[in-house]
């Protein structure tokens, strides 16, 4: 039995709206009931509006809830909120906990008194992250002037400074290039192995999801509509892949090959689309049944993002 | 014992900072100083076509206004940026303060310094000396202690107000303008001599939001005037208890807006 992280029995949240004159409830989270253990990666995905925002906020103190319990590290988030972020770290894509006028170097050493670090500490775990996340080459930079993928790996540094048993990514990697992305990630997947850290992120990207997370919840309306492997997602949903090949000369539509379903062509047939099912058949096989139809010239396997699996998950609900 | 080395590294950033851009520095300074300027020229101009206002003549005022300006631009230093709140609000960055092992008022107070307010302080400090100088003080050890008393007192009313302002934020939408007409009316009408107020606005400066307290008052204790009828003698005493008067709404005004942020019920 692992140390439980984060607990929540029934958490919901409700908030008050004004509508022209009258006022309604509208409900972000209905009722998560969801345990973490220690060391997990866990993706919350789901639609925008579907409370994972709301929920972030209920788990370190920031909202209180409308009903429901929910503990973070073993402490209640309101009443322990000073005590509980000593223990969590939480990024936000969107907003930033540096001071946009100062180098990178100062904002650290500051959050390294905010969280009254020891100096040994706070030059241990500086230099950690600078060599890790690579912030060498721009930590005498002030905040304003780094481009975003370094201005990402800097508020990654901030929220991990103190070293936080849980850290929370609220959409990590929107806006980044292939690169940037890869580096964080290889950088949350190191920082887990290497110090056992509890991971959660939102994010609408599938490669966060693939790469980083072991387990996924999946919510709709405030409630989990989902909780487990990606594979298993796949499977609940049919998480078909689609081939797209290229072709030599206009051929006439592929809607016999083997385990796929001819999806549509393009170009009088230079190019065509297959959707197969990974569990039954593999993008090798169906090239190999292709190759004496057609010349290839090139080809490309789309995976289902994870807009669609949502999406096909709320569809099947409805 | 609480931790002030968090406080302290926040505050030290921020004076660099301002340090750093020091053309930008010196141009709030000396606006900062101009305004000062024009508003203590106001008083004098006053006084071109008026002998005597509120039972107070110019000398009298003078200090009056150097009271007041000294104490409401070092509480403006220290305390003048919560009245950004709205814009945290908007951009989601009073979050940060929650994920922060500190109080958030503190942080919120702590989280900026306006130097170029020490302008607007030495404005109030020529007037103080200038108006003191003026005026037949009656000096002694009690003279020199109510000084100090409403000095102190009124850089914590005048604090006590920007807090308020500040809690208010939570439940106004965009509600920087009404807390405003309170704050900074306040900071004018504390300049001005009470007796000339209107009913309604001795209840709200005097009272309500204790500007009188921070200069008209004590003031008036100090030389020995008479003062409204309203007011029994020595009040200018009570300057101390103005200022946790105001400072108890502030608290009051701050923990109901956080409460209503989270949504913990007001």
């Known amino acids: ?318 | 014992m609480v931790d002030l080395t968090p406080y302290r590294a926040v505050l030290a950033s921020r004076v660099r900072a301002q340090r750093t851009y020091r053309a930008n520095f010196l141009l709030d300074l000396s606006s900062s100083l101009l305004v000062g300027l024009v508003e203590l020229a106001e008083v004098w101009v006053v006084f071109r076509s008026v002998d005597s206002l509120g039972g107070l003549d110019l000398a009298a005022v003078v200090l009056v206004f150097g009271l007041a300006d000294l104490s409401f631009s070092l509480a403006d230093l220290a305390f003048g940026h919560c009245d950004t709140l709205p814009t945290y609000l908007r951009a989601g960055t009073l979050d940060v303060f929650y994920l922060r092992p500190q109080p958030l008022l503190l942080q919120l107070i702590t989280s900026d310094i306006s130097l170029r307010r020490l302008a607007r302080a030495a404005v109030g400090v020529a007037a103080l000396v200038a108006g003191l100088a003026m005026n037949d003080v009656p000096w002694s050890a009690g003279a020199v202690a109510l000084l100090v008393l409403a000095v102190v007192s009124g850089i914590a009313t005048f604090a006590a107000m920007f807090v308020w302002a500040a809690g208010a934020q939570f439940y106004l939408v965009d509600g920087a303008e009404a807390t405003n007409a309170f704050v900074y009316g306040g900071r004018y009408a504390a300049s001005q001599p009470a007796s000339v107020w209107s009913r309604p606005l001795v209840v709200v400066f005097g009272f309500f939001f204790p500007m009188a307290f921070t200069a008209y008052l004590p003031v008036v204790t100090l030389l020995g005037l008479p003062g409204p009828d309203w007011m029994p003698d020595g009040l200018g005493w009570c300057a101390p208890l103005a200022a946790i008067w105001a400072w108890a709404l502030a608290l009051t005004t701050w923990r109901t807006g956080v409460r209503h942020y989270q949504g913990g019920g007001g």
């Not at chain 1, 009931?33 to 789901?46: M, N």
């Not at chain 1, 920082?191 to 990207?205: A, P």
């Open chain 1, 1 to 318: 039995m692992t140390d439980t992280i984060v607990e929540t029995e029934a958490l919901g949240r409700d908030f008050r709206v004004r509508d022209g004159l009258r006022r309604r409830t509208v409900v972000a989270v209905e009722e998560l009931t969801v345990r973490i253990g220690a060391g997990e990666a866990v993706g919350y995905i789901g639609a925008n509006g579907a409370g994972k925002s709301t929920t972030i906020k209920m788990l370190t103190g920031i909202l209180v809830p409308t009903r429901g319990s929910v503990r973070t590290c073993g402490l209640q988030p309101v009443p322990d909120r000073k005590r509980l972020a000593r223990q969590v770290g939480v990024v936000f894509g969107q907003r930033t906990q540096l001071w946009w006028d100062l180098p990178v170097r100062d904002s650290l050493r500051i959050l390294a008194a905010i969280h009254s670090l020891g100096t040994t500490a706070e030059r241990e775990r500086t230099d950690e992250l600078v060599e890790r996340l690579e912030l060498g080459e721009f930590l005498g930079t002030p905040v304003r002037q780094l481009s975003l993928g370094q201005r990402m790996r800097a508020e990654v540094a901030a929220a991990l400074l103190h070293s936080p048993r849980l850290v929370i990514l609220d959409e990590p990697t929107i806006g980044l290039d292939v690169l940037s992305k890869q580096r964080l990630r290889e950088f949350l997947v190191a920082e887990r192995r290497l110090h056992g850290t509890t991971l959660m992120l939102t994010t609408h990207d599938m490669g966060d999801v693939e790469r980083l997370c072991d387990r996924i919840l999946l919510a709709d309306r405030g409630s989990l509509v989902f909780d487990g492997t990606l594979a298993g997602l796949s499977r609940t949903v049919g998480a078909e892949r689609v081939l797209v090949v290229d072709l030599a000369e206009p051929t006439p539509d592929l809607d016999d090959v083997p385990d796929t379903r001819h999806l549509g062509s393009e170009g009088g047939g230079l190019r065509q689309r297959l959707g197969f099912d990974p569990d039954v058949t593999t993008a090798a096989r169906v090239l190999a049944a292709l190759s004496g139809r057609a010349e290839l010239v090139d080809l490309a396997v789309e995976e289902p993002d994870v807009e669609e699996i949502v999406r096909r998950v709320y569809a099947a609900r409805r």
